[in-house]
Structure formats: structure tokens, C-alpha cells
């Protein structure tokens, strides 16, 4: 079955019933639209559809991490990494061989560099929330790029965030680093 609603600018849409409660972008306006189904419309408040309401964050510094707020409302959370069968990474640095990467990107401990190209350079990171690895794309010249660049940089980010396609690496985060150097980080 599909949800068929329509647009504030009067385009009807129709998408999977699984889409319910999300944001979809409306291809005739190009705004971001909610499609109806979610919780919210169940007739009560969401407490009681099911979902239990979020503790208030807005007290948190922007720079608390999850699991600093976790250990301040519910106590210490065990953190798990699951291994790599080649020695943690190991053979990764062998590979990238190259300049070493900084310390951190962010909130992302930095393990390497994969690879520069005339614009940028992606490292490789580890999520400290979730123990992945990821891609981490920043741009070449530090904290103070140049305009086409970044504009560049932030196209590539949004345009490739919006794609799902088995082939097309997701992007998952962009963002600037405390030292001012703005990246995205990909699958």
C-alpha cells in the first residue's frame, strides 16, 4: 500500500507505507514535506502512541557526548569495539602509508589518511559513540579554505547525502571541527 497526501504547493504524492511519520523532499517544490502516518497524528500525545518522551537536552554543552550524557542520567554504559581479525587495523596502515592523519577530526579519533586529491583529503576515523569505522572528508589547506572549495566541499556533502543507491557511499554527518576545519563523514 502507499500514503497519498499532498503538498503545500498542491503536488500529490504517494510513497511506501514504511515512509510514515518521515520527511520527504516533494519533487514538484523541492521542500522538505512530513508524510503523514507518524505517531503524531494517532489522535494522542506521543507518550501514548508507544514512544516514550526524550529527556530534555537542551542543558548539555554542544560538545557532550552521548555517552557523557549517559553516564550522567543512568550510570557508566559499556562501550563495545568489535575487532578486525587482522590485528586491529594493521594492515589498514600499511596501505595508507602517506603523511599522518591529526589526532582527531571533531569528535572522531583519527586513525590515518586514505588518500588526497586536489581538493581534499579523507582520513580514517573511528565513531566513539558506535565503535565503526568510517570515512572522514576534510578539506587541504586547514581552517581557513578557500570559498570555492568549501562551497565544493558542501555540495558534494548535501548532493551525495540525498542519493540512496546500493553504489553510492552514504553520508552520514557534516560538520565543523573545533579547529575550524569542515568535513563529512561517509560509510
Known amino acids: 500500500m502507499a500514503i497519498r497526501f499532498e503538498c503545500e504547493c498542491g ?3 504517494s510513497v511506501p507505507d514504511e515512509r510514515a511519520g ?3 523532499r516533494c519533487p514538484g517544490c523541492g521542500k522538505p514535506v512530513s508524510v503523514p502516518g507518524g505517531a503524531e497524528e494517532c489522535g494522542t500525545p506521543t507518550a501514548e502512541c508507544g514512544t516514550e518522551k526524550r529527556p530534555d537536552t537542551s542543558s548539555l554543552p ?3 557526548s552521548l555517552h557523557e550524557f549517559l553516564k550522567g542520567s543512568v550510570g557508566d554504559v559499556p562501550t563495545v569495539v568489535l575487532k578486525r581479525p587482522d590485528d586491529d587495523l594493521a594492515g589498514v596502515r ?3 602509508g602517506g603523511p ?3 589526532d582527531h577530526l571533531g ?3 583519527a586513525l590515518g589518511s586514505l ?3 586536489g581538493m581534499g583529503e579523507v582520513l580514517l576515523v573511528r565513531d566513539p559513540e558506535i565503535g565503526r569505522e568510517l570515512a572522514a572528508k576534510v578539506i587541504l589547506g586547514g581552517t581557513f579554505p578557500d570559498r570555492k572549495a568549501l562551497e565544493k566541499l558542501l555540495v558534494e ?3 551525495t547525502g540525498q542519493l540512496e543507491h546500493p553504489n553510492i557511499v552514504p553520508v552520514h554527518e557534516l560538520d565543523i571541527a573545533p579547529d575550524g576545519r569542515v568535513y563529512f563523514t561517509m560509510k
Open 107 to 109: 569528535r572522531y579519533p
Open 11 to 13: 503536488k500529490r504524492l
Open 22 to 24: 518521515k520527511r520527504v
Open 115 to 117: 588518500g588526497r586529491g
Open 62 to 64: 554542544l560538545s557532550s
Open 100 to 102: 599522518e592523519a591529526p
Open 157 to 159: 556533502a548535501q548532493v
Open 94 to 96: 600499511e596501505l595508507i
